[in-house]
């Protein structure tokens, strides 16, 4: 773990580490009859599978959503750093679906430089404890900004690694003019979609280039219209394929 991530962590816990939800509980089927007693008392320690439950629980099923989110913060910050808080569902992060940005300061600083230190380690991490393309799209919801997310990965040996690892799974679904992210952004998968594309183009083939020259010649395909990708690459466009 890099400094920057324990000095972020220890803010986290500084800024939040007080915090309680007295929400009740409405989903006995999830929590039991006595439902999370441990979120009214600050500090207490939740028990893993629980916490990754409430790191991913829908805004309605709890009186005050955001309560919980200050409540769980210092637990599911570590549990992101260590990999016992998953990233698979990016929209449905606990922080992805409340309006943190607008809470008294400094917990939005906080939360801003934890997302940010945690996205540094990672991605310089040989090894992480999480995929990068599950990672990546955390951090794009959290960020709020898929472009400056990817403005943010760092033209580094292991980052670039990375690059290749995702960039094979993100490409073909670009080509084809589908979000490789599955954020569900209310506008639908093209910002995301162009968003990529226009880093790809302006920075992602580069740094391909220097290691895998399929993959920074797939990228030549994003500048041309969706149809003449369909029939360079199967010798037609495919039905319903836009122009």
Request: glycine share 6%; charged share 20%.
């Amino acid at each position: 773990m890099t400094p920057r991530l324990q000095r972020a962590l220890d803010d986290v816990d500084r800024v939040f580490g007080a915090f309680i939800c007295a929400a009740d509980n409405p989903c006995t089927h999830c929590y039991g009859d006595d439902g999370v007693p441990e979120l009214k008392v600050s500090g207490a320690q939740i028990d893993r599978a629980t916490l990754r439950l409430l790191a991913y629980e829908a805004p309605s099923i709890l009186a005050d959503h955001e309560a919980l989110v200050r409540r769980i913060l210092p637990q599911v910050a570590r549990g992101m750093a260590d990999g016992t808080v998953h990233t698979y569902w990016a929209d449905q992060h606990c922080l992805t679906r409340c309006d943190w940005r607008g809470w008294p300061a400094p917990q939005p600083e906080v939360i801003t430089e934890f997302v940010a230190a945690w996205w540094a380690d990672l991605i310089t991490t040989p090894d992480p404890h999480h995929s990068i393309t599950d990672a990546f799209a955390t951090f794009a919801a959290l960020s709020g900004d898929v472009g400056a997310a990817l403005a943010a990965w760092p033209d580094h040996s292991v980052a670039n690694h990375h690059l290749v690892t995702a960039s094979s799974v993100w490409l073909h679904d670009l080509v084809h003019d589908d979000d490789p992210l599955y954020l569900l952004l209310p506008d639908g998968p093209a910002p995301v979609v162009q968003a990529m594309s226009d880093w790809y183009i302006d920075v992602g083939a580069d740094r391909l280039r220097r290691t895998d020259d399929e993959l920074a010649g797939t990228v030549a395909l994003l500048t041309l219209p969706v149809a003449e990708r369909m029939s360079r690459l199967y010798g037609a466009a495919a039905p319903g394929t836009p122009t």
